[in-house]
């Protein structure tokens, strides 16, 4: 499964991405870019990064802002 590796002892699928793959990919995209830039940057899925880059808001590090049909994400560092 791309973006995923798999616990030896769980066998569950575990989050090969970090925080910080998400945050930079926003920085590197001119401080501000939509969920499947982000996606298309990191080398994820639209879900995962929408996932990922919604948990980094709720913990204060990114934000969300609504630009016509869009959700396009910035970093708050």
């Known amino acids: 499964m791309p973006g ?6 769980s066998g569950k699928y575990t989050a090969s991405y970090t925080d910080s793959d998400f ?3 926003i920085r590197s995209l001119d401080g501000m870019a ?3 830039e982000i996606a298309d940057e ?3 899925t ?3 990064a929408y996932t990922r880059l919604k948990s980094l808001e ?3 590090c990114a934000e ?3 630009v016509g049909n869009s959700l396009v ?3 708050t560092e």
Do not use: M, Y
């Not at 995923?4 to 002892?9: I, L, P, S």
């Open 4 to 9: 995923k590796e798999r616990d030896e002892k």
């Open 23 to 25: 945050l930079n990919a």
């Open 34 to 36: 939509g969920t499947s």
């Open 42 to 44: 990191v080398g994820c």
């Open 46 to 48: 639209r879900r995962t």
């Open 58 to 60: 709720e913990r204060g």
């Open 64 to 66: 969300s802002r609504q």
């Open 73 to 75: 994400w910035i970093t």
